[in-house]
């Protein structure tokens, strides 16, 4: 038997108030969630906050993304996105930069390889980790993301 679709989770909730089913999708895609949000902010607190307010977003557009779903039966990408744009809101806010009003979760994009050893790998990424925010976060989207560069503008 095949695992429950997030789709199919997210239409449980939403129809039938079914906690469990939104407490599986939670379970799914919070550790990835945080992983990108703590890769842009480079902060733990404000990481879990950004996971919160896409998961918030999740429950008021709920109605809308099982009604558009289209055959798609994953979130994964969705909630990423979602993510990454409140962690660029969040940067931009830090030091006053005006938003470009594009919404990057119109753009999925594949994650760049990475083919480097693996301590070279950590290394890599603890100097990433000690750049301002903005320039990590470009790094992070450019990178392990594989935005392009005007995505990422």
């Known amino acids: 038997m095949s695992p429950i ?22 379970d799914r895609h919070q550790a990835d969630l945080l992983r990108t949000a ?24 709920a109605p809308g993304l099982i009604t558009n779903a289209g055959g798609r039966s994953g979130l994964g990408g969705w909630l990423c996105a ?12 830090r030091v006053h930069l005006p938003s470009t009003g594009g919404d990057l979760a119109d753009t999925p994009s594949p994650p760049a390889p990475l083919e480097v050893g693996a301590d070279q790998a950590v290394v890599l990424w603890r100097a990433v980790g000690g750049l301002p925010p903005l320039e990590r976060a470009a790094v992070v989207l450019r990178y392990r993301d594989g935005l392009a ?5």
């Open 38 to 61: 703590h890769a842009l902010l480079g902060d733990g607190h404000a990481a879990q906050d950004a996971v919160q307010e896409c998961f918030l977003r999740l429950c008021r557009e």
């Open 5 to 26: 679709s997030d789709v199919d989770l997210l239409a449980r909730y939403v129809r039938r108030r079914d906690l469990g089913a939104f407490a599986s999708l939670l």
């Open 82 to 93: 979602v993510v990454r744009n409140h962690c660029i809101d969040q940067l931009r806010h």
């Open 149 to 153: 560069y005007q995505e990422i503008a």
